[in-house]
């Protein structure tokens, strides 16, 4: 801030200054001084001179801070020669340099001026032209304030549009050269006086509009400017504002009137001679108008010694024509400066604008002429403004006018050109950012035109159109880009027009003419056609057009026919649609949104009739209460409903599109309702109600969808649940590939009309079936695996009395798209899915469920269970661990801004690929939910989520927010109780339904399933409490279902009970426990008092599945059976019954069963043991097969998880010979006279190979119970010790259980490569199929058996199947094995299991249990005396044995599988010699053979089996020669019978033969025993007998190698040769010692009849 300090002109400034700056105490001098001021201030009072200067800062920084504090600098003198502006600012820049400031001379003397900030709302304030801001409060109270005028810079960053009225213009005299002048003796003082006038006549008068200084008058007619003492060149620093007229003409002008002032005020001279005060010197003038417009510019002009009148019309200094006239100072030169500074709002100063107006003007004048060819060439000369901040100034004015240009003319030229003009001004407006001013415009300061018909907004868009049909590429870019405004005037100006014209109350189809109509939907379809094809090149402009037209339609609802509309609508969508581009499926959502958002959508979505959501009460509701509403997606829908209809359409299209598409319709839908479910205009429930049955069809595009929903691993809930009955429990066949198979194979509820391949795509979800397109309910048979609804369903249906009708085709074709949806878009669908559910209306519901199909029924209950899925509570640390991942992913996903996976494969996964690894909390699931809060870019500026991840979830109590943990929680919780609420509701009005056949009906399996899923799921302990509620009124309900029939329902809920008597929190383990009591004590009253069994066996049944599955037995569960028996001692009625005393003998029972179970965690390493007691424990089981059944089925699975899959067939082979017994014994199969096939008879007389299949007469299949199975494991007897008691009774077994279980055993054949046995095991199941006549199944059984078979013909010949090996394990050490001491067990070892592998494993194992240095391992295989042992050790012997077979079976036991299959004998040598040693010559070798016998045959339930027998032989050194020797014979014969003879075994067998030292291999024997001296000392028969063996001997070594001549190549001849001779040398030696010839090789075929040459 700079202020100049000015002082009454008395004559020099040094001597102005003197006084001040001497310190002079002389009373005389100051008299002397006071005297001449006063002399000075009467006679040069007016004139001012400069005086001295001052400085200081305004700002404390570069961001505007006020700075109060600072002071003005010193007062500087001014120098003469330094006056002008220019010479100060330098001044100023250099004054803190201490050099400089040093130069300055200081006046004493300081200035005070306070800075300080106003607030924008400041009282008793005046604009720049003294106009009040506000209506003046009492002007006691505050002070007045005026504005002053901004000097901006030209440019657009500064400039806004004028909203105020101004008219100023600023007069700077800057210079003025008189140091050549000749015209005047003195002009030395001069002043320069100011005048406005309007008129250059001899007497007229100056303006008064001069504003005057601070102090004087307002304003003034003329202002003088500060004189300089003897200066006649002088600067002047004066400024000048002026009030301009509002209307200017060519005479305005501004006079400069020059003076000198007299300093000289003490002249002694004669008055006469005194001069004047003022002598004028000159005068200059300058007109304000130059063609027509104002300019602020510098200007120099010449000064003329006198005024002439008419002095404007002199327009040349030239002295010729007019010379006479005007006398110019200095011959005419402009040697007077001036600048002129223009502040209005009236004159533009831009040449282009200024004439515009100008021509408007003249054409407002007359506007029944054509326009003429200027008016149009001013109109594009708008096309050629530059200067923007001229544009933004004059803004409003300009697009008024323009808009009335448009609507008073006829000719289409202008109203392009004005089309034109416009966007012209809306791009150099967006390129400067300005875009807001836009805005204000059409919101604050647009009026509609109208001149006869013609209007603004018909106007414009016949110029939109016709600008996008030009197809120019600029001006078509930017009408898209700017779209919006055009659109939002014309929707203004249709609104005003309805307003002016008062066409409020006619009717909306009469409201605007047909050509405005026709015209705006030309509109639309061309901007629509662009947006279409240039949504790749310009992918902005296109954007914003899509969203300027969705604003636009959605504004005309309200002023328009909203048939029309609609009209509007369909064009643009389906324009838009009929392609597959990405972006453009944006915008078509974009658009949709922003339709929907419309604040009337719903009466719009509704049929005209009942537009207005009715209350119950009025006649209207009764009549629609009839109209059931649509639950499916079909045309008719779509025409009642249209808005509704159209974002449905759309989302059903874009399900079937690519991810991130998918994202952006859920993403509609689900905002949408959220927006209606928060109207407090529909808060009331019935019109809730009434807006979800309008999404209602939402529910066909879920079951349309149903196979692509996110399923991963959201399934791991039923690997525990038995198998028994639940087959089926995969809902929608969630991918678990152990259960696929069986649910695929599953008997007659599989629609026919399916191939095998096509079922296992669809269970395992691979992709749709598309060839199912032949079935009338394509989608319904794709869904459920179980389409085909049994007899009891279809009868119910009839039953119900209402008819079915399947659900009607929907308008989207559907299957073509096989991708599944991610984790967010499967929430996204069910939550807006559960939200229906939550508030349509019960009569609606329960409309439906009458009036839908069996299927349909099934898959809505596969919904809810997926909801419970996706919604699944995790526990708030769970939750906040995400989250926090989540956040850390989003925040590396950044950098390449993609946090969706937008790769549109059909493997497209979740949102949040890697993030959730699985979580200690009970869930194993690799995957979990994806958190909603993480879609979208914003995931990191969310302050809620930074903050969790900061806080761990825990937020602070005083939060009233929730946080995002919460949400989820809460989310889930509700999700739960909805679909608890529809299940209450379901079972409510299907009472009778769900009884039939004592509830074993499939409608029945899912409801119950669905409640099972509570459990099977993590829910929060608040679900859980009402879960419990339910299903005591559910047991209530239907106590038969539980305590009748099969008692699979009732097994299934033993087990999720007991599995909350387990659970953390106390008051679900109370519930859990009461619950459990609950159904024991109404199984006892539905008994009548007699017993409990059903519960008792299934509590039993569920304990010992739940301890191989889930390892219950803590703290917590025996809680739990406290709490029930305590509940059994409190109950008053019951205190006389045997109740009391059955819930005690069950708690026991459990007990034991528990007790036994911390035996097997002993043992948990150790799986023999293991093993072994769950086999006694399926022993104590015998009298209730479900128990045996479940221990067997817990030893399968310790078997497959060591890979025994041999063992594991077995123990399903055992449970189905189980089944078979228990069914036999229920009388299942009645005698009957069973229809034999001729070839059944046949067979049977041949040999009764499988007594399963030849039943006798009266018999059928099956009948015969566990023997059946005797001819594929003798050890299945084991199973018919089954005892008769009250268990028996209560097994629901059928013929499909048996079939399910073997159809399981097949599969373990399979996997344990026991091909041979497969037919076996599929001949029954054949039996049963065909007596059911199902062909399909058939042939899928034969086509297995036909695998088998060739697998087998595969396995024999190559001989790579591995049975596995056998070695005997002894145990001694009384400390140590307890029941196994001394015991020998024969254990099966996988595949080639060596001697030391085993031996390791072992010594490991009792290693880690008796401690390292107590186990010794017995290296011999000798027998022990355990008296001889250390009794501080454990002693283990392991020897290898190999399967013994006599003779006979030698003979009958041809292939590997045959010898490894129900065998109970092994073998093993220990050789020995009479003198103790181990090993001695020839002679005196001996060897002991001993054969061990087992209690049961190989393979078994157990892979280890103790053996019961054990005999040995001694050998003497010749029976040791004899069994060697016809051993290396029959290898020999074996080798050269081979169909593809093993060259390299042969070879190795003949070199060991043929070419052996001397005293080794086969002629050491001959030369021990055949000798004549040595023969003679062992029995004739013995010698006789090896020698035979000699002769085989000889011959087999000849085939031998004949075999190898025959097959060798040429490099391997040599050798041959060598092999004969070596032969020959052989049999010489042989024919020496045997006294007799042996025959050298004979001719091939001679007298070898069995030769295999």
Known sequence: MVARVEKVLMGNITNGTEPYIKNTDNSKTVQKMLKSNKQFCSKLGKYRMPF???????????????????????????????????????????????????????????????????????????????????????????????????????????????????????VYPKHLKYDSQK??????????????????????????????????????????????????????????????????????????????????????????????????????????????????????????????????????????????????????????????????????????????????????????QPPTSNFLNCLKGLLSME??????????????????????????????????????????????????????????????EAHGFRTV???????????????????????????????????????????????????????????????????????????????????????????????????????????????????????????????LCEFKFEFLREVCNHEHYIPLSLPIPSARITDKASPEAQNAKVDMPEYSLTGEFCRKHFLTGL??????????????????????????????????????KDKQAKIASLYLPLYGLILDNMPRFFLRDLFPIYLTSSDQGSRDDLSVGGGLAGQIVHTISHGNSVDA???????????????????????????????????????????????????????????????????????????????????????????????????????????????????????????????????????????????????????????????????????????????????????????????????????????????????????????STEVALTVLDVLELFVHHHKKQLQLDEGQNSLMKKVFDTYLLFFQINQSTTTLRHVFASLRLFIQKFPCVFFQGKADLCGCLCYEILKCCNHRSSSTQTEAAALLYFLMRKNFEFTKGKSIVRSHLQVIKAVSQLIADAGIGGSRFQQSLAIINNFANGDAPLKSTSFPAEVKDLTKR?????????????HEKDPEMLVDLQYSLANSYASTPELRRTWLESMAKIHVRNGDLSEAAMCYIHISALIAESLKRRGYWKPEKARISSAGVEEASVANCSPLLTPREGETSFSMGWAAFMN????????????????????????????????????????????????????????????????????????????????????????????????????????FFEEEESKEFIYKEPKLTGLSEISQRLLKLYSDKFGADNVKMIQDSNKVNPKDLDPRFAYIQVTYVVPYFDEKEQQEKKTDFERHHNINRFVFETPFTLSGKKHGDVEEQCKRRTILTTSSMFPYLKKRIQVVKQQSTEMNPIEVAIDEMSRKVSELNQLCRMDEVDMIRLQLKLQGSVSVKVNAGPMAYARAFLEEKNAKKYPDNQVKLLKEIFRQFADACGQALDVNERLIKEDQVEYQEEMKAHYREMLNELSAIMNEQIPHTRQPGTDRPNSTF
């Open 387 to 448: 200067k923007i901040h001229v544009i933004i100034r004059f803004l409003p004015v300009l697009f008024n006018q323009l808009f009335k240009v448009l609507t008073q003319n006829d000719s289409d030229e202008v109203t392009n050109s004005t089309t034109r003009v416009l966007v012209h001004i809306l791009a150099k407006c967006h390129e400067e950012n300005v875009d807001h001013y836009l805005h204000s415009y059409i919101k604050f300061v647009f009026k509609t």
């Open 457 to 583: 907004h018909e106007e414009l868009a016949k110029g939109m159109t016709s600008d996008l049909k030009s197809n120019e590429q600029a001006a078509v870019k930017n009408i898209l880009k700017f779209s919006w405004f055009f659109l939002d005037i014309i929707v203004k100006s249709m609104a005003q027009h309805l307003v002016d014209s008062e066409k409020l109350k006619v009717p909306r189809q009469q409201r605007f003419p047909g050509t405005f109509q026709s015209h705006l939907e030309t509109l639309i379809m061309t901007v629509s056609d662009h947006i279409y094809w240039k949504s790749k090149e310009l992918p902005e402009e296109t954007r914003s057009a899509n969203q300027a037209v969705a604003a636009f339609v959605k504004r005309c609802f309200t002023l328009m026919d909203r048939g029309f509309t609609f009209k509007l609508i369909n064009n643009y969508i389906n324009m838009i649609t009929a392609t597959d581009n990405k972006t």
């Open 1272 to 1375: 594929i494991s003798p050890n299945v007897q084991e199973e018919g010790a089954m005892k008769e008691d009250t268990g028996t009774q209560d097994t629901p077994y059928t013929e499909d259980t048996l079939v399910e279980q073997l159809e399981l055993c097949v599969d373990y054949l399979w996997k344990s490569e026991r091909y041979e046995l497969i037919a076996d095991i599929n001949k029954p199941i054949i039996a049963v199929f065909e007596k059911r006549r199902d062909f399909k199944r058939l042939s899928e059984l034969y086509y297995d058996i036909h695998r088998s078979y060739l697998k087998v013909t595969e396995v024999v010949h190559s001989e790579k199947r591995l049975f596995g090996r056998y070695y005997r394990v002894a145990f001694y050490g009384q400390g």
């Open 1150 to 1162: 459990i007990r034991t069963v528990l007790m036994a179970t911390s035996q097997m965690k002993e």
């Open 52 to 170: 001295a200067w001052s400085v200081r800062s305004v700002f404390k920084d570069n961001q505007g801070t006020v700075d109060r504090e600072s002071r003005f600098s010193p007062l500087f003198k001014q120098e003469s020669n330094k006056i002008s502006t220019e010479d100060l600012l330098k001044l100023i820049t250099e004054y803190r340099r201490a050099e400089k400031t040093s130069k300055l001379q200081t006046i004493p003397g300081s200035l005070e001026i306070s800075v300080d900030c106003v607030p924008l709302e400041h009282p008793n304030c005046v604009t720049s032209s003294y106009v009040p801001l506000k209506p003046f409060e009492e002007c006691g109270l505050h002070a007045l304030t005026v504005e002053v005028d901004e000097f901006l810079q030209d440019s657009a960053k500064f400039a806004q549009p004028y909203r105020v009225y101004k008219n100023h213009i600023y």
């Open 183 to 368: 015209s005047f003796a003195k002009a030395r003082n001069i002043a320069v006086y100011v005048e406005f006038r309007s008129s250059d006549e001899e007497h007229s008068k100056p303006l008064k509009c001069i504003y005057g200084k601070p102090g004087g008058p307002v304003f003034t007619t003329a202002a003088c400017s500060t004189v300089l003492h003897h200066s006649q060149n002088p600067d002047f620093y004066d400024e000048v504002k002026i009030e301009l007229p509002t209307q200017l003409h060519e005479k305005h002008h501004l006079l400069f009137s020059f003076f000198h002032v007299t300093c000289d005020i003490n002249a002694k001279t004669s008055s006469k001679k005194k001069e004047a005060l003022e002598t004028p010197v000159g005068y200059a003038w300058l007109p304000l108008l130059k063609e027509g417009r104002l300019a602020s510019q510098e200007f120099s002009v010449p000064v003329s010694c006198t005024l002439p009148s008419g002095y404007l019309l002199i327009k040349e200094t030239s002295s010729n024509k007019n010379g006479s006239e005007v006398k110019w100072v200095d011959g005419g030169k402009p040697i007077f400066k001036i600048s002129t500074l223009v502040l209005s709002t009236v004159y533009t100063q831009d040449p282009h604008l200024n004439r515009f107006f100008q021509q408007c003007q003249k054409r407002e004048t007359d506007l029944s």
């Open 753 to 971: 009309a399916f191939s095998k391949e096509v079922l296992n795509s669809i269970t395992a979800f691979s992709s749709l079936a598309l060839s199912t397109a032949n079935n009338a309910d394509s989608r319904g048979s794709l869904i459920s695996v179980e389409s085909n609804p049994s007899n009891s369903d279809r009868n119910s249906e009839k039953m119900d009395g209402c008819e079915k009708f399947p659900r009607p085709q929907s308008l989207i074709g559907f299957g073509s798209r096989f991708d599944k949806l991610d984790q967010a878009e499967t929430r996204s669908l069910l939550m807006c899915f559960l939200h229906i559910m939550k508030t349509i209306s019960e009569d609606v519901m329960v409309a439906y469920w009458h009036r839908a199909i069996h299927q349909e029924i099934s898959d809505f209950f596969n919904i809810l269970e997926l909801c419970l899925q996706h919604f699944r509570f995790l526990g708030k640390r769970h939750i906040a661990r995400k989250l926090a991942a989540a956040v850390k992913l989003a925040q590396a996903t950044q950098g390449t801004g993609t946090l969706k996976g937008s790769n549109a494969s059909s493997q497209s996964s979740g949102l949040l690929p890697q993030w959730m690894l699985s979580s200690q909390d009970g869930h194993r699931h690799a995957r979990s939910q994806t958190m909603p809060i993480i879609r979208g870019k914003n995931a990191l500026t969310n302050p809620k989520l930074l903050q969790m991840m900061e806080t761990d979830g825990n937020t602070p109590e005083n939060d009233s927010t929730f946080s995002p943990t919460d949400i989820e929680a809460n989310l």
């Open 647 to 684: 974002l449905l359409r759309e989302l059903g299209l874009a399900l079937q599109d690519e991810q991130d598409i998918r994202h952006l319709a859920l993403a509609s839908l689900k905002n949408l309702m959220a927006k209606h479910s928060l109207d407090s205009r529909y808060a009331t």
